[in-house]
T-cell receptor, first 110, second 115 residues
Framework: SQQGEEDPQALSIQEGENATMNCSYKTSINNLQWYRQNSGRGLVHLILIRSNEREKHSGRLRVTLDTSKKSSSLLITASRAADTASYFC??????????FGKGTRLSVIA | DTAVSQTPKYLVTQMGNDKSIKCEQN?????MYWYKQDSKKFLKIMFSYNNKELIINETVPNRFSPKSPDKAHLNLHINSLELGDSAVYFCASSQGTGASGNTIYFGEGSWLTVV
């Protein structure tokens, strides 16, 4: 069954602005990951946050996790046209495999 | 030196045909997967193999049969193709099974169109 749900489904911003994407999930998790998919390509891992972590940074990426609300957010600061892609959250718990959401399509306009 | 490679990248075939998609990973990972991404970008796991052993078999028609000759290869054979099978199929691998928070490495996808 589908676990993660990203919001919004699509987001369009100007270059230099920040982009925030949200992910909500239904059951308890061990970890949550964010992946990026460029058009016509495979998914690429961005960042992993464990259930006992609240925030994590990687370059221009900032991920937060609120297990009480069963939600996570991905913030991309100072966006660039090259950030245009779909972004997926994926959760795992117990012995289940990663379950992906439907993704947020981000368009960064130069 | 692509980490996870799958062939063919594009495949157009007629209904009723049988086709295979091949996948190889050179990362030394123990676990391999097949995911299906539909036209709405929803990515759903189909199968998972750990050291050549099937560990996950989601609700997939039995027309789909994975085969893992060794832990570096996981092929997907599809019998009697139907229009609804049109999708992008992604092969992937990870060191663990995903439960321990391991990163999944994806191939570039195989675009299957059934006409």
């Amino acid at each position: 069954s589908q676990q993660g749900e990203e919001d919004p489904q699509a987001l369009s911003i100007q270059e230099g602005e920040n982009a925030t994407m949200n992910c909500s999930y239904k059951t308890s998790i061990n970890n949550l990951q964010w992946y990026r998919q460029n058009s016509g390509r495979g998914l690429v891992h961005l960042i992993l946050i464990r259930s006992n972590e609240r925030e994590k940074h990687s370059g221009r990426l900032r991920v937060t996790l609120d297990t009480s609300k069963k939600s996570s957010s991905l913030l991309i600061t100072a966006s660039r046209a090259a950030d245009t892609a779909s972004y997926f959250c994926a959760t795992d718990g117990g012995n289940t495999p990663l379950v992906f959401g439907k993704g947020t399509r981000l368009s960064v306009i130069a | 030196d692509t980490a996870v490679s799958q062939t063919p990248k594009y495949l157009v075939t007629q209904m009723g045909n049988d086709k295979s998609i091949k996948c190889e990973q050179n990362l030394g990972h123990d676990t391999m997967y097949w995911y299906k991404q539909d036209s709405k970008k929803f990515l759903k796991i189909m199968f998972s193999y750990n050291n050549k052993e099937l560990i996950i078999n989601e609700t997939v028609p039995n027309r789909f049969s994975p085969k893992s000759p060794d832990k570096a290869h996981l092929n997907l054979h599809i019998n009697s193709l139907e229009l609804g099978d049109s999708a992008v199929y992604f092969c992937a691998s990870s060191q663990g099974t995903g439960a321990s928070g391991n990163t999944i490495y994806f191939g570039e996808g195989s675009w299957l169109t059934v006409v």
